[in-house]
């Protein structure tokens, strides 16, 4: 008799499982029908990785993720690494109840904890403070091409919320004026201090333009997956930060106003109100990214990590 076929009872994060559902905002879907802690077939990964390019952000709820879990998930879109700030934040002492930095050497810590384990509102990292459009890591020569973000303890009403924008439509809707006027031009990505503002422990504070750390970028790049152009600003601190090679710090200082203006508008975002257990993927060579402020008395705890780049190019 012919043998037949058939799927194991318990196959789970099969392409027929899987849902992605369009946030309906300018960026973002939700993946439903899959567990990250349960291996992922080939299928499904190529669905995710088509998804994510389509919709420069992935979440999912409900997820129970080990460290070893958390990376394997990072890992079906390509190479883990360690995230920039991790670096800061061990060669600072930075620890979290009494340890420093508990993780693998590719996750780091989001967190408002103290030494102690207490919430607080500066911490030597990204605190409770609000953090301001960015994209991670723009400030090594070569930034890393996603960040996952897994909700380990969420403040129940206390802030917190990240927004996502697009980039593409932001770079297709800049005005011609504009487009001629950043084409070819490059811009020094700060490197001095983290998105909420904090000077970045060993560095010091640049006073003027030509102490900025940081290496040069575009200000349009060319994804390497979708072929499409995107802004990319990077980040800004307070004056001296990023600059425009090639002008005067008044006129730099005037076109980066009016390129930030325009890339954080609200009809390019989208917001992700966090509860324990999400996980989110983004892009950071098309969407940036911002926090608002937490609330310094309730905890909240995320692991994060980054994956591998490729050289910026051009646009």
């Known amino acids: 008799m012919e043998s037949v076929q058939r799927k194991p009872q318990n196959a789970v994060n099969t392409p027929e499982q899987m849902q992605v559902i369009p946030s309906g905002a300018a960026l973002g879907a939700e993946i439903r029908g899959m567990d990250l802690s349960q291996p992922v077939p080939e299928a499904s990964r190529q669905l995710l990785r088509q998804a994510w390019a389509d919709h420069l952000v992935l979440f999912w709820r409900g997820q129970n993720l080990p460290d070893e879990s958390l990376l394997a998930a990072a890992k079906i879109f390509g190479v883990t690494k360690e995230p920039a700030a991790r670096k800061y934040q061990v060669a600072g002492g930075y620890k979290i109840g009494g340890k420093l930095v508990p993780l693998h050497p590719h996750l780091s810590l989001i967190s408002n904890l103290d030494e102690n384990g207490l919430p607080v509102e500066d911490n030597g990292a990204l605190g409770s403070y609000e953090v301001v459009w960015h994209s991670d890591n723009s400030y090594v020569q070569v930034p890393p091409a996603g960040s996952m973000l897994y909700s380990v303890v969420i403040p129940v009403n206390g802030g917190g919320d990240t927004w996502f924008n697009n980039q593409y439509m932001a770079y297709d809707e800049l005005p011609e004026e504009l487009k001629s006027a950043i084409k070819g031009r490059s811009q020094i990505h700060d490197a001095s201090r983290n998105s909420a503002g904090v000077l970045r422990p060993t560095v010091k504070m640049p006073t003027k333009p030509e102490e900025v750390p940081g290496p040069a970028h575009p200000l349009v790049r060319v994804h390497p997956v979708t072929g499409k152009r995107a802004l990319y600003l990077g980040r800004r601190r307070d004056w001296p930060s990023n600059y425009i090679i090639g002008l005067s710090n008044e006129d730099s200082e005037a076109l980066l106003d009016r390129l930030w203006a325009h890339a954080t508008q609200p009809k390019y975002a989208w917001k992700h109100s966090w509860q324990v257990g999400d996980l989110v993927l983004w892009d950071n060579r098309c969407a940036m990214h911002?926090?608002?402020?937490?609330?310094?008395?309730?905890?909240?705890?995320?692991?994060?990590?980054?994956i591998n780049g490729e050289a910026v190019i051009p646009g």
Not at 290 to 306: A, C, G, M
């Open 290 to 306: 911002y926090r608002s402020e937490v609330d310094p008395k309730q905890p909240r705890v995320l692991h994060r990590t980054v």
